[in-house]
């Protein structure tokens, strides 16, 4: 089984098999009168997605979420006061459905409002009042790039928690999932978690996991023989560029194609057989 091939494709099956694994570690570790509960031998109890609506509370908690409401409303004024797209009475309604909404909406709007294929205020009003089909498509394929250009805006750190967040992070590698997972146990066992009394890892303990284990491997990448450093180096150069794009406040998160990050060996070969 190469769970690092497909993986994506395969999340599932992937996540099923991570499951089966630590429920074998688990039992090595939790004491016998614990037996009756199921749940404390699956990974999923310990590792709690809990939900967008943490991360959202946090971004609306944030002091500076006014300004960022403010800039969507003055993108909207501009508009309205040059192409009088709305009157006076239906102005208010314009702010409750685009403005007075969840952050990451509030920024996707924002963004689309920004795209050289001009959505105009009125045709993203009208699909958002009516949760058309073009505005699905658009939460669909471009919501979750919101979060990252809200922690970046609002100061806020990106959470990770759950069992296919973990799962995602580990890109297919078992070894990786478990170390991520072995930080958080470690985490937490510093907050006075103990096998004898399991409950759910918090947010703050998942989150700090995902991080450290990143940084290690990051930090890895120059010990390999005989180009790490340089390695590491392209690695770093290339995690600049995309946060640079994840968090450009201009982006209009136009959904990439996967072929525009995808490289033939066979014309690296012609290039340079050290690329290869």
């Known amino acids: 089984y190469y769970p690092e091939i497909d993986s994506y494709e395969r999340k599932e099956e992937y996540e099923k098999l991570l499951v089966?694994?630590?429920?074998?570690?688990?039992?090595?570790?939790?004491?016998?009168?614990?037996?009756n509960n199921e749940d404390i031998y699956d990974i999923r109890f310990y590792l709690k997605d809990y939900g967008k609506e943490v991360e959202l509370a946090e971004f609306e908690e944030?002091?500076?979420?006014?300004s960022l409401r403010q800039r969507l409303k003055n993108i909207i004024d501009d508009e309205n006061s040059q192409r009088h797209?709305?009157?006076?009475?239906?102005?208010?309604?314009?702010?409750?459905v685009?403005?007075?909404?969840?952050?990451?909406l509030v920024r996707m709007h924002i963004s689309l409002l920004g795209r050289k294929s001009k959505i105009s205020v009125k045709d993203l009003y009208e699909n958002a009042k009516m949760h058309s089909k073009t505005?699905?498509?658009?939460?669909?394929?471009?919501?979750?790039?919101?979060?990252?250009?809200?922690?970046?805006?609002?100061?806020?750190?990106?959470?990770?928690?759950?069992?296919?967040?973990?799962?995602m992070l580990s890109s297919g590698v078992i070894r990786s999932f478990l170390e991520i997972c072995e930080s958080a146990?470690?985490?937490?066992?510093?907050?006075?978690?103990?096998?004898?009394?399991?409950?759910?890892?918090t947010i703050d303990e998942q989150t700090n996991a995902a991080h450290y284990?990143?940084?290690?491997?990051?930090s890895k990448i120059e010990g390999f023989v005989p180009d790490g450093m340089y390695l590491k180096r392209f690695?770093?150069?290339?995690?600049?560029?995309?946060?640079?794009?994840?968090?450009?406040?201009?982006?209009?998160?136009?959904?990439?194609?996967?072929?525009?990050?995808?490289?033939?060996?066979?014309?690296?070969?012609?290039?340079?057989?050290?690329?290869?």
């Open 185 to 201: 146990f470690d985490y937490a066992f510093g907050e006075g978690f103990s096998f004898d009394k399991p409950r759910h890892l």
């Open 20 to 35: 089966s694994i630590c429920r074998k570690r688990l039992i090595d570790y939790l004491p016998v009168g614990l037996d």
């Open 213 to 218: 284990v990143s940084q290690s491997k990051v």
């Open 235 to 276: 690695m770093l150069a290339l995690g600049k560029i995309f946060y640079l794009k994840h968090t450009d406040p201009d982006a209009t998160l136009g959904e990439p194609e996967p072929n525009h990050f995808f490289t033939k060996p066979l014309e690296l070969k012609s290039l340079s057989i050290e690329a290869l």
């Open 85 to 96: 797209l709305f009157k006076e009475t239906e102005i208010e309604n314009v702010y409750k």
């Open 135 to 167: 505005y699905g498509s658009w939460k669909h394929n471009i919501l979750f790039a919101t979060y990252f250009l809200l922690c970046k805006e609002l100061d806020v750190i990106k959470k990770y928690h759950g069992l296919p967040t973990f799962s």
């Open 62 to 66: 944030s002091a500076k979420m006014p």
């Open 98 to 104: 685009l403005v007075q909404c969840t952050p990451d």
